[in-house]
């Protein structure tokens, strides 16, 4: 009868035990917190479908582009700086994790003794005289110890450690895909400045052609008497305005290249190139999607919410160590002695024993640590909530760029094309003496700088669309680096390729 009280009041114990465990955590859970809705964009209605589901593959066209972004993907520096975090928070995860559990240790010794002479062995427990053959005394002594030591986690403390440790990993895999997202649209986007460097540098030595031939028929004329030297040297400055250019633009597809080769992972080195800025296919439209799948898509909202999901577990980790902590210890032993002539039978040792440690004079102190560990929470709601506010705002922006940069490349057209008509009525009424050189110089140089305005606005028109792709959480993650090549083996469509998500761990 006593057996089964002991044994009932055992179980009710470990269920206690069991039940205060699972139940008992300090901190406060994390919740969500509130922040700005938004039900529509400023300048673009809200739709269901968004620009940033296209796998970047779709929306950057160009083969050679494509190649320059798998390249990045792989050999960035940046790229394989945010791999190697991760992995080395994934080490933390589980370093945390296996604090849940005992941990084990164990020692061996292995003792010989063998006297050959008929004197007296000193032992710990004497000494033993020693007679008999040549053999004299003969010990041997070997043992094993295994020890164990378990923290239990009555008050949470290692299960908040546990969660922070999760958001942590959570956060650098989104900070990993914030840089894939930040590096193929900065790939694209020098691509597109390259580009449009190269088109305004066929359009200035087109240009600088042209004056050459101006300056050269006006040095004919000069020598002819038909024109004033004045009109000769304008005809010169404006040639050589233009070489000064032309030159500066050189520089400027240059540098250029060495940057996009840093993002590529290389030394500096000539860009291969592919289709002309004026070829380039852009969708014509462009929806931004629903204001609240930011919150879901945007990997600088997602970090900063798992930034702030580890702060919030911590309190619950300073919480807990201003109460007392509770660990089991034990240890199994065995051992074999012999002596020659008397035997000594193995032998087993069980210990065990319960510890508890808290803070006494120093609990002030633990007091205020959860005071600022629960101010940097507070900070990191604050940041989060900047993170949204700030990813409408960076939506808004783009959103106006695409509108505002297809308006005003349409009006650039329109504006070429008129001057193009202005400056060949003009060259041929100069040609014939019945306009003066100011009439042609005047002309030259507006469509030359419209021509020039116009490929920078082509430029900023496809900037803006990547931009705007990149700020609304683009398509990218990961698990894509290697599917574009995949899918175009296979003959996939934008309609059969969709964007994998990045992996919870």
Known sequence: MLNNLHRSASLLILGVFVVLLSACMMGPDYIRPDTTKADSWRVTPATAESIANLPWWELLKDQALQQLVRTALEENLDLQIATANIEQFQAQLMIAKYDLVPSFD??????????????????????????????????????????????????????????????????????????????????AESYF????????????????????????????????????????????????????????LERQVLQTENRLSILLGHRPAEISRGVQLTE????????????????????????????????????GVAQAERFPQFALTGAVGGAGLQFQGTSFGPYAVFKGAASVTGPIFNASALGYQVKAQEAQTQAAVAQY???????????????????????????????????????????????????????????????????????????ANLKSTVQLYKVLGGGWSPEMVKQPQEAADRGDTAESIKATPVAIR
């Open 106 to 187: 164990y020692k061996g010794s292995v003792f010989g003794l063998r006297n050959t002479n008929n004197n007296v062995v000193p032992l710990a427990a004497g000494a033993i005289p020693t007679t008999g053959n040549s053999g004299g005394l003969s010990l041997s002594h070997e043992a094993i110890d295994v020890g164990l030591k378990w923290e239990v986690d009555l008050w949470g403390r290692i299960r908040r450690s546990i969660e922070a440790a999760r958001a942590q990993l959570l956060s650098r895999e989104e900070n990993q895909r914030g840089v894939i997202i930040g590096l193929v649209s900065n790939v």
């Open 193 to 248: 400045d390259l580009r449009g460097l190269d088109y305004e540098v066929e359009i200035t030595k087109r240009t600088l052609k042209a004056w050459d031939e101006s300056v050269r028929l006006s040095e004919l004329r000069f020598k002819q008497g038909a024109i004033p030297k004045l009109d000769l040297n304008r005809f010169q400055a404006e040639r050589a305005g233009t070489a000064a250019q032309l030159a500066d």
């Open 280 to 315: 380039q296919i852009m969708p014509m439209e462009v929806p931004p999607g629903l204001p609240s799948d930011l919150l879901q898509r945007r990997p600088d909202i997602l970090k900063a919410e798992q930034d702030l999901t580890a702060s919030n577990a911590t309190i």
């Open 385 to 459: 909530r900047k993170a949204v506010l700030t990813a409408f705002q960076e939506v808004e922006d783009a959103l106006i760029a695409v509108q505002k940069t297809g308006e005003q490349q349409k009006a650039l057209e329109e504006q070429v094309t008129a001057l193009q008509s202005a400056y060949n009525l003009a060259d041929v009424r100069y040609q014939g003496g019945r306009a003066s050189y100011l009439d042609k110089l005047t002309a030259q140089r507006s469509l030359f700088e419209s021509e020039l305005g116009l490929a920078r606005a082509r430029r």
